[in-house]
């Protein structure tokens, strides 16, 4: 990602653009009040604290490299430090960064409990157990994994991705880990997932 992309997500700030999906249950449109549309390709999560950006990061990266479809990390930024004598302050009339922020690569997808009934949300589940046993294999403990809104399945690619990385532990208790595979090897289709959603 060699372009500067920090001008154009104080503009999506400043412009609310926010991440939007069409949401079957609701019959309506959900928005994401904390994932914001830099372009196409890109968006950028913004963050509580500077802690959990980084542990977004740092997790994000490593799964990549490890195989384990995520969408790619491109950069953590920081806030403006708008009181600070030594760097410039920031205009108003620009999109203000008010805390720590990650772009990261856009994903096209739809929430598992979005997608129609039949082959394709089946596949989907399929390929959510598949990618949270990677991550347990990984000694990686997937905190929330189980929030069917952090995970996405790219319908054109037919492939499914893992969202939300920020409360998850790098080096999981093995009791901890052992438990979410049991729960996790005991998925059969749709139906087990949604039970498992509820834990
Ligand atoms: N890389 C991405 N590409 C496309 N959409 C995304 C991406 N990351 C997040 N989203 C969308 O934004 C939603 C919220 O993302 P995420 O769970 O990472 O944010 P969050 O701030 O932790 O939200 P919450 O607190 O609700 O879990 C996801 O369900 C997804 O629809
Ligand atoms: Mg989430």
Not at 1 to 25: N, S, T, W
Not at 95 to 123: A, C, P, S, T, Y
Not at 140 to 156: K, T
Request: proline share 4%; glycine share 6%.
């Amino acid at each position: 990602m060699p372009e500067d992309l920090i001008p154009e997500l104080r503009k999506a700030i400043k412009e609310e653009r926010l991440c939007r999906v069409y949401d079957h249950y609701l019959g309506g449109i959900r928005e994401f009040p904390t994932i914001y549309l830099v372009n196409n390709k890109v968006i950028g999560k913004w963050f509580a604290s500077k802690r959990y950006a980084k542990n977004e990061y740092k997790i994000g990266r490593f799964l990549l490299e490890n195989g384990v479809h995520v969408p790619e990390m491109y950069q953590m930024v920081p806030p403006d430090y708008r009181f600070s004598l030594f760097k410039k302050a920031v205009n108003d009339s620009e999109g203000v960064i008010d805390n720590w922020f990650i772009l990261m690569q856009r994903l096209q997808g739809r929430h598992i409990r979005n997608l129609f009934k039949g082959k394709k949300k089946e596949v989907a589940v399929r390929q959510f157990k598949t990618e949270i046993l990677k991550v347990l294999d990984l000694g990686i403990l997937p905190i929330d994994c189980a929030n069917s809104e952090n995970s996405l399945f790219d319908i054109y690619q037919g492939a499914l991705y893992l969202l939300d990385f920020e409360m998850w532990k790098k080096r999981g208790k093995k009791s901890d880990i052992e438990k979410i595979r049991r729960e996790i090897m005991d998925i059969d289709g749709y139906e087990g997932f949604e039970d498992f959603v509820t834990i």
